[in-house]
């Protein structure tokens, strides 16, 4: 399987690079997740939601789907701070115990419950990748809450590696992971299982957050409604695409979309940015979707990148002990503020009608070496596959 293939290829060259580092770098010392740009503070908290309309398929107790919310938002830069964890105790432990490890600690730039910035904010709603975690692209969530976001990241429950409720029950992946070679399940049942909890999981998220904008709580008043963003690697990507039916979901952006369904690629008039790592060439899958995009697109190729370039595994490996992982010719830190760069200015041009900005327009000299395709553009040429496929 293609898809499989490349998950898999990919997470084992991310994963030797990385816990080969900490390996060598496992004396206590810390690491920092990279500096957030733009003028806010950062603040986080987590919330368990519990879905009355769908029941475990996991348990024959009667219980109802549950699933994790991890929130990074703006917040003021007076008052204390509270250094936030990057992962809670019990998902650390589970690693350490399954990878036979002591890591270091990963220092996150956020503050536990810090109080959200006055003002309503837009809203960007994350998916991870298959079996991937809701802190996977923290150096990019901490970036664009910098810049006034509130990101909701979903963990999706019994697919997610490993994921920690507030009250303290670790419930760990019936997928297999990513983290163990030969772990990894992804036949066509498998995988399609996780579409559909993937979709009720993000329709879950965005139903609710209208009742968390009028709640009383954190988040009251300050969530800007018709202002909804998704984001999604992998699998992530295509999640997001599904609940881009939703109508109150503005805008997409699709990290290295190698798992994109049929029903993620059908005709849509949302604004979609594509997002692609290391490939010689588009997929079948995502030529399809951009001949099947009728509203304003971009696409952006990173020459030479790893799948997991997008991810957090960009600085983790370099941070460690110096050592890169795929970025091609981009290299890891223009890598990070090129991301940054391309996501904030999508959601900024798509839910706050500011520019598009040079990179997404293909004139940026800074990044002259990264490939940009404009809507007036064609992706691909278009062959008997790709036409059969539409």
């Not at 810390?30 to 733009?38: A, C, F, K, L």
């Not at 115990?97 to 220092?107: D, N, Y």
């Not at 810090?114 to 960007?124: D, E, F, I, Y």
Request: charged share 20%; proline share 6%; hydrophobic share 40%.
């Amino acid at each position: 399987m293609a898809i499989q293939t490349k998950l898999s290829m990919g997470w084992l060259a991310v994963v030797v690079i990385v816990l080969g580092s900490i390996l060598r770098a496992s004396d206590g010392s810390s690491i920092q997740v990279p500096g957030p740009t733009g003028p806010y503070a950062v603040g986080t908290f987590w919330v368990m939601l519990s879905d009355p309309g769908r029941s475990n398929p996991f348990l024959d107790d009667g219980s109802r789907r549950e699933v994790l919310v991890r929130f990074w938002y703006p917040a003021p830069r007076l008052g204390s701070c509270t250094p936030a964890p990057y992962m809670l105790p019990k998902v650390s432990r589970y690693f350490s115990e399954k990878l036979g490890i002591s890591a270091p600690e990963l220092r996150t730039n956020s503050c536990y419950q810090a109080p959200v910035l006055t003002g309503r904010h837009p809203v960007v709603l994350a998916s991870h990748g298959y079996t991937g975690m809701l802190t996977d692209y923290t150096f990019l969530f901490e970036d664009l809450a910098s810049h006034g976001y509130v990101v909701a990241s979903i963990a999706h429950t019994y697919e997610s590696t490993a994921v920690e409720f507030p009250d303290g029950k670790l419930i760990t992946s019936a997928f297999g992971t990513h983290l163990l070679e030969g772990s990894l399940r992804m036949d066509e049942k498998r995988l399609k299982l996780a579409r559909s909890l993937r979709e009720g999981d993000i329709n879950l998220v965005s139903a609710q957050l209208r009742r968390w904008s009028e709640s009383g709580g954190a988040l009251s008043g300050r969530l800007d409604l018709e202002k909804i963003g998704a984001l999604g690697h992998s699998l992530g990507a295509d999640t997001v695409m599904v609940g881009l039916k939703d109508p109150e979901v503005k805008a997409a952006v699709l990290l290295d979309p190698v798992a994109l369904s049929a029903a993620s690629t059908a005709s849509s008039s949302k604004p979609v940015l594509l997002v692609s790592d290391g490939r010689p060439e588009w997929s079948v899958p995502e030529c399809v979707l951009w001949n099947n995009l009728h509203g304003e697109k971009r696409a952006i190729l990173f020459p030479g990148a790893d799948h997991f370039a997008s991810s957090d595994a960009v600085w983790l490996a370099t941070s460690i002990a110096g050592i890169h992982s795929e970025t091609g010719v981009v290299g890891p830190e223009r890598m990070i503020a090129a991301t940054r760069t391309a996501v904030a200015a999508f959601f900024d041009w798509q839910l706050s009608e500011s520019p598009p900005g040079r990179l997404l327009n293909g004139l940026s000299t800074e990044y002259s070496d990264v490939v940009v395709t404009t809507k007036e553009q064609a992706l691909c040429r278009l062959t008997p596959v790709h036409r059969a496929a539409q």
